[in-house]
Structure formats: structure tokens, C-alpha cells
């Protein structure tokens, strides 16, 4: 140690030539911090040729431009040497600055050197309290600093200490004022090359929103049963009588399906009211009401729970609200400019205006009353929390709760006779109004239309349509017969009630009804499957995804190996899952039957997986996809093996559902 080290920097590029080259002793490199701020110029020394090929982290590399980028200086100072084992360069930025034969881009590059002494290594800035620097210090910190201030991240030459990066504010994007600026510009470009270029711009600016908010989602979902205190983002107090936790992160507020105040009286049930609002909101966005603005919204669906993502809004809760309640009726808000507005909504969507609250203090509405308008800070009416924008199908008496979740579709709203009331055969309406018993028969009246005269033309449509014997047959499987479906005001749920009347037309089509029962196995199979998941998450004590991939193959296996369950009317076969869902209407007399097996209709199991696929974004690999065709025609399906190992599990991913505007932009572009 006490031996001199013959190491020294060829720097001729940064330094005059009349600079003499120096030496320094190991024992000054070992100085105390006192020492290493000291201004003088280093001693006179010598270096033998051999030590040019030196790479010690110490020495450094022989090129001076990259020892000046990467934080070497020209000679060691004493207790310079970081954590890393590189010597800082406070005497060469001292020196650079007494020569001004240095050009300008060597001065700037080392002008901030002698910041990096002050934070040295993190050991000594968070053990030793008195070798902490007065900027790495959390008490000396203000706005002005780089860690602090929301609008700059740390600097690269700079370490703060643990205490530190908890007061760094990372800045999230502003989705709001970008989504509604492009918007605005979409629907008023005069020419195409403008409208091609804005709608780039928005559908950019949607996947971005659909890919931070699956990221942060799925964090959400998986530390969904974990300890406040031990998850990576916590969850928020807002105001709202429904829903579930609320979290907010990157710009986005996450809203979690779940029914803690059990109004829905399950989770799936909560489910489909979570994803009413989206529906309802692209309903409303697409009446282009101007004066009204609406949150970029999507849904992901992952391991059988469902969030709301939807960008934050310039509000403040109760104290921006003007149309509306957000309280549970207590507080009822009406505005003569909002009200205008709504009106013209309700006229597009044919929804009644009705009373709303209790006498006296009821208000009319033309929404349901837990539909909000509020005033931004930038003077912009924004509508939320849109699940009952639309009236309730009538329930049957087993489920009065089903008006929560069971709604009519806008494409039958529009074209009804009536305007039907949001809030009918509910507690919002006001039961003092002699007009309100009179909505509620309308609702009543217009499920029989639906149902009866409705339906039974749709049927007349379909068979004819999409006949054994027709050209189109082939344009029919079950997603499209979903868009179909939709398109004519019927939803999912009256699969059932249709294919039974598919059977009653003189000119039956056997592969119309074929594709009716792949639709309904393949949701009742969606549901099961997502009940399976929640109930694993249920019962984990940490984030994991390993359990939920072997849930999807223990499945599987389960539905291609087992006889009973396609033959069974027991509860926890397709069976009973088809009667529950659908009602008895599904199937005929003969397909209700214990000896006779649905897996037949089917085929292929291919043709399910497919449909599963798109619901529920599970991926198989190809390779197991064709074993599956050998092995499903096997008579004795009791005593198979299991058909699929985990590893047949290609991917198993969040399913996000985005704004129409947002699909529309992409398909223009």
C-alpha cells in the first residue's frame, strides 16, 4: 500500500500541452472526504506502457471522452472511490474549468461532476447522517429539486438515498384533455386527409390507455385478496352507494366489480352491471350530443373478475356535481343548461322523463337518478356512472334484483312505441307521482313485446336466413350470430326462448340450432370456468398465476373426459348449467333426456375452444388442439387420461373491451 500505483490518463485531447502528466500514492486515494474537495492540482508522475492496457474499474478505460461520460476522473482523489468501484473526478472538473483551451462540449459534460461527491454511495448517504450531503438530506429538499419536483425525474448522475425516492412524484399522463381534444377534432375535420390523421392519433392514444390499464389491472386483480398494507397499489375512498374497491394509478381509476353491499347477490351479477356501463356510455357517446363529454373507459376481464378503467376526470365529486345524485337520493341535483342537454339524449335513446326521490323533495329526471353530470375545472360537462342509463327488462319474481343487471338493449329502446323510464320497477322512482305506476306497466308490456311478437319475427328472419339450403350458411358461427343477435335489440340471455322457437318454424334450419347450443355451452362454460377462478383467488395468501392456469386444464380435462357431464340434468353439469341460464326452453324434450349426449351436437371440441378463446382470451398451443380431434370420439370417455397438460396452455391473458370510437379509429386507419 505504501508502494506508489503508475497509473496515470492520456488525456492530450482535453488538456493543453504544456500540462505536465501526474502520479498520485495509493495512500492519498484512501484520504478522508476533507481532502478530496481540495483545489490543488495534482503531482508530476509517470506511467509505464504496460499499464495502458489496464480496465480496473479504477483506471478506467483508455478513451478520455468515455472516462469523462461515464464519471471517471482524471486522477483519484482521496475516498472518491464509489460503491462501484469508480473514482470521481472532482479535481478534473476543477481542472478542466483553470484551462480554456477546453472547447464548450467538454466543459458541459463535466460541469455537473462535482454533484456526484454529495451522494457517493448509498451506505454512506443513509448510514452516516454526518456525510450526508445537504441535497441528498429529505429536510433540505424543496421544489426546486430534481427529486422532488413532480416534472423532473433523478437525474443520471444522481443517487438519491431509500429516504429520498419516496418523495418523488412520477408524473402520469393526462389522457383526459388529450381523448377530448382529439374527439373534438375528429368530428369537426373538413377534409379525409384530416380525419385519417386525427383518427391515428386516437386510436395511438386508445392503445396506449388499453395497455397501461391491462398492465396496472392485472396487478390489481392478483392482489386483490392481499393485506392493504402489502399491495403494490392501494385502493382509494370515493363517494358511490355501489361498486367495489376503487384504486387510481397512472391517470386511470380502476373501479372492481365486486358486490360488497350485496345488491346484486352474487359476483357474476355484479359483473354484468359493471360491464352495463360501458355499453350504456358507448350508447350515449354515440347520440353526439354537443356540450357533453365522456371518460375514456375500457373493461378487463382476468381470472373471472372484471375492472372499469376509466381516465380521471377534472371533478370534485359532491361539490361539481349539477344533474343527478351521488349520494343515494339524500342529495338530488338538477340543472336547467345539463337538463337541456339530457333532453336531447333522451329524445335520440326514447327515454321518459320521470320523478325521481321522495315527495317533497323528488326532482324529474330524464336519466336515472344515480346518472351524474359534472362541471369540470375546464368548464366541460362530464356524465359518469352510466350502468342504468337504460330501462330494466321485467324480472321474474325469483330475481327482483335481475333490474340491476338485466336491461333492454338500445337498439329495442329506440324503436319502441313508448319512452320507457330508467328508473322503472325500482326505488328511485317516485312511487307518489301518478305517473310512475304507469312506466312500470310500460316495462312490463314492452318484455312481453320483446319477447313474444319481437322475437318471434326475429326467428322467422334467422330460419329463413340461414337454412340448410342456404347461401348464407356459412356466414353463420356463433360470434356472428351474437352480432345478429345485438343488432336486433336481444341479448344473450334469450338464447334459449329463441332456438326454441327455431324449432317451431316450418322451415327449419338444423344448423341454425346447432350454432344457438355451441353459443350457450360456450357461455355457460365462460361462467363456470370464471366462478372457478374467483374461488382460487379467494383462497390465496400471495400473488401467483400458476394456479390459475392448472384451474383452466383441471377444467378441461374435466369437460373432455367426463360422461355425465353433457348426459346429467344434476346441478354441476351442462345440463343443469343450460336450465339455470337459459331456462327450460333450451333444449328439447328428447335433448333434456339423461341418455342422450349434448358432446355429440358439438363434433369437434374445436369448435368450442374456439368460442372460449375469444371470451376468455385462453390460447392453446395447435399441436394439443389436434390430439383433442383423435381422442373426443372415444366410447369409453370414463376411463381416458387427462387429455391436456399444463403445458398445452399457450397463454392465458386479460380480455380488454375498449369504446367503440376507439375501434372505429383503427378500423379507419
Known amino acids: 500500500e505504501s508502494e506508489p500505483?503508475?497509473?496515470?490518463?492520456?488525456?492530450?485531447?482535453?488538456?493543453?500541452?504544456?500540462?505536465?502528466?501526474?502520479?498520485?500514492?495509493?495512500?492519498?486515494?484512501?484520504?478522508?472526504?476533507?481532502?478530496?474537495?481540495?483545489?490543488?492540482?495534482?503531482?508530476?508522475?509517470?506511467?509505464?506502457?504496460?499499464?495502458?492496457?489496464?480496465?480496473?474499474?479504477?483506471?478506467?478505460?483508455?478513451?478520455?471522452?468515455?472516462?469523462?461520460?461515464?464519471?471517471?476522473?482524471?486522477?483519484?482523489?482521496?475516498?472518491?472511490?464509489?460503491?462501484?468501484?469508480?473514482?470521481?473526478?472532482?479535481?478534473?472538473?476543477?481542472?478542466?474549468?483553470?484551462?480554456?483551451?477546453?472547447?464548450?462540449?467538454?466543459?458541459?459534460?463535466?460541469?455537473?461532476?462535482?454533484?456526484?461527491?454529495?451522494?457517493?454511495?448509498?451506505?454512506?448517504?443513509?448510514?452516516?447522517?454526518?456525510?450526508?450531503?445537504?441535497v441528498s438530506s429529505p429536510k433540505n429538499m424543496d421544489s426546486q429539486s430534481p427529486i422532488c419536483s413532480p416534472k423532473r425525474r433523478p437525474?443520471?448522475?444522481?443517487?438519491?438515498?431509500?429516504?429520498?425516492?419516496?418523495?418523488?412524484?412520477?408524473?402520469?399522463?393526462?389522457?383526459?384533455?388529450?381523448?377530448?381534444?382529439?374527439?373534438?377534432?375528429?368530428?369537426?375535420?373538413?377534409?379525409?386527409?384530416?380525419?385519417?390523421?386525427?383518427?391515428?392519433?386516437?386510436?395511438?392514444?386508445?392503445r396506449d390507455f388499453c395497455i397501461v390499464a391491462k398492465l396496472y389491472g392485472k396487478i390489481i386483480?392478483?392482489?386483490?385478496?392481499?393485506?392493504?398494507?402489502?399491495?403494490?397499489?392501494?385502493?382509494?375512498?370515493?363517494?358511490?352507494?355501489?361498486?367495489?374497491?376503487?384504486?387510481?394509478?397512472?391517470?386511470?381509476?380502476?373501479?372492481?366489480?365486486?358486490?360488497?353491499?350485496?345488491?346484486?347477490?352474487g359476483e357474476a351479477e355484479a359483473i354484468k352491471a359493471a360491464g352495463l356501463d360501458l355499453q350504456a356510455l358507448v350508447t350515449m357517446f354515440e347520440c353526439n350530443i354537443a356540450g357533453l363529454q365522456f371518460p375514456l373507459t375500457c373493461t378487463i376481464d382476468w381470472c373471472g373478475f372484471r375492472l372499469t378503467?376509466?381516465?380521471?376526470?377534472?371533478?370534485?365529486?359532491?361539490?361539481?356535481?349539477?344533474?343527478?345524485?351521488?349520494?343515494g337520493l339524500r342529495t338530488i341535483h338538477d340543472n336547467k343548461s345539463v337538463d337541456h342537454l339530457m333532453k336531447q339524449v333522451a329524445e335520440k335513446l326514447n327515454l321518459a322523463k320521470h320523478s325521481i326521490g321522495h315527495y317533497p323533495n323528488s326532482k324529474k329526471?330524464?336519466?336515472?337518478?344515480?346518472?351524474?353530470?359534472?362541471?369540470?375545472?375546464?368548464?366541460?360537462?362530464?356524465?359518469?356512472d352510466l350502468q342504468r342509463l337504460l330501462p330494466p327488462e321485467a324480472p321474474d319474481t325469483t330475481k327482483p334484483e335481475a333490474i340491476f343487471y338485466h336491461h333492454l338493449r338500445p337498439e329495442f329502446v329506440r324503436t319502441y312505441k313508448v319512452p320507457l323510464s330508467s328508473d322503472a320497477l325500482s326505488g328511485f322512482i317516485d312511487t307518489m307521482d301518478p305517473e310512475s305506476q304507469r312506466m312500470n306497466e310500460d316495462i312490463w308490456e314492452a318484455t312481453r313485446v320483446l319477447r313474444q311478437e319481437r322475437m318471434l319475427n326475429f326467428t322467422k328472419y334467422l330460419s329463413h336466413?340461414?337454412?340448410?339450403?342456404?347461401?348464407?350458411r356459412s356466414m353463420l358461427s356463433p360470434a356472428y350470430l351474437i352480432l345478429v343477435l345485438h343488432k336486433e335489440g336481444f341479448n344473450v340471455r334469450h338464447l334459449g326462448r329463441i332456438r326454441a322457437l327455431c324449432s317451431l318454424q316450418v322451415k327449419q334450419s338444423t344448423f341454425l340450432k346447432r350454432t344457438i347450443l355451441v353459443e350457450m355451452i360456450s357461455r355457460v362454460c365462460k361462467d363456470q370456468l370464471n366462478k372457478k377462478l374467483r374461488k382460487t383467488m379467494h383462497t390465496m395468501a400471495t400473488a401467483a398465476t400458476e394456479p390459475f392456469r392448472r384451474d383452466i386444464i383441471d377444467y378441461y380435462n374435466y369437460i373432455l373426459t367426463t360422461e355425465t357431464f353433457w348426459t346429467s340434468k344434476k346441478k354441476g353439469n351442462i345440463k343443469g348449467f343450460l336450465f339455470t341460464k337459459f331456462g327450460r326452453h333450451a333444449l328439447s324434450d328428447s335433448e333434456w333426456d339423461p341418455s342422450y349426449d349434448l358432446s355429440k351436437i358439438l363434433g369437434s371440441p374445436s369448435e368450442l375452444f374456439d368460442r372460449l378463446d375469444q371470451l376468455l382470451a385462453i390460447h392453446l398451443h395447435s399441436d394439443a388442439r389436434q390430439e383433442l380431434q383423435?381422442?373426443?370420439?372415444?366410447?369409453?370417455?370414463?376411463?381416458?387420461?387427462?387429455?391436456?397438460?399444463?403445458?398445452d396452455l399457450k397463454s392465458y391473458s386479460a380480455r380488454v373491451k375498449e369504446m367503440n370510437i376507439i375501434s372505429y379509429s383503427q378500423g379507419i386507419t
Open 5 to 134: 500505483i503508475k497509473v496515470t490518463r492520456t488525456r492530450s485531447s482535453l488538456r493543453s500541452p504544456h500540462v505536465p502528466t501526474t502520479s498520485r500514492s495509493s495512500s492519498d486515494i484512501i484520504g478522508s472526504p476533507r481532502t478530496m474537495s481540495s483545489p490543488s492540482l495534482p503531482k508530476k508522475r509517470t506511467r509505464s506502457s504496460s499499464d495502458l492496457s489496464s480496465s480496473s474499474p479504477i483506471h478506467g478505460d483508455t478513451n478520455p471522452e468515455r472516462n469523462i461520460e461515464q464519471g471517471r476522473g482524471d486522477l483519484p482523489q482521496k475516498d472518491s472511490i464509489n460503491k462501484r468501484g469508480v473514482a470521481h473526478d472532482t479535481p478534473l472538473s476543477t481542472f478542466i474549468s483553470q484551462n480554456p483551451t477546453l472547447d464548450h462540449r467538454q466543459s458541459i459534460q463535466s460541469r455537473s461532476r462535482p454533484e456526484r461527491h454529495q451522494f457517493k454511495s448509498r451506505e454512506v448517504a443513509t448510514s452516516n447522517p454526518e456525510n450526508r450531503s445537504p
Open 365 to 384: 329526471l330524464w336519466t336515472a337518478g344515480d346518472v351524474e353530470v359534472h362541471i369540470g375545472s375546464d368548464n366541460q360537462f362530464y356524465v359518469i
Open 221 to 265: 386483480i392478483s392482489e386483490y385478496c392481499l393485506l392493504e398494507e402489502v399491495k403494490t397499489i392501494h385502493t382509494v375512498s370515493l363517494a358511490g352507494m355501489a361498486g367495489g374497491p376503487k384504486y387510481i394509478c397512472n391517470g386511470i381509476l380502476f373501479k372492481f366489480a365486486t358486490d360488497d353491499k350485496n345488491i346484486y347477490k
Open 309 to 327: 378503467a376509466m381516465c380521471l376526470l377534472p371533478i370534485a365529486g359532491s361539490q361539481s356535481i349539477l344533474y343527478g345524485s351521488c349520494d
Open 630 to 647: 383423435f381422442t373426443w370420439y372415444k366410447s369409453d370417455r370414463q376411463h381416458k387420461n387427462q387429455l391436456l397438460a399444463i403445458h
Open 155 to 206: 437525474q443520471r448522475n444522481q443517487v438519491p438515498t431509500e429516504a429520498s425516492w419516496e418523495n418523488i412524484e412520477v408524473p402520469s399522463r393526462d389522457w383526459n384533455s388529450e381523448f377530448q381534444e382529439l374527439v373534438s377534432k375528429l368530428r369537426n375535420a373538413q377534409s379525409d386527409a384530416a380525419h385519417m390523421e386525427f383518427s391515428k392519433k386516437l386510436c395511438a392514444l386508445g
Open 465 to 472: 336466413r340461414f337454412s340448410d339450403d342456404s347461401e348464407y
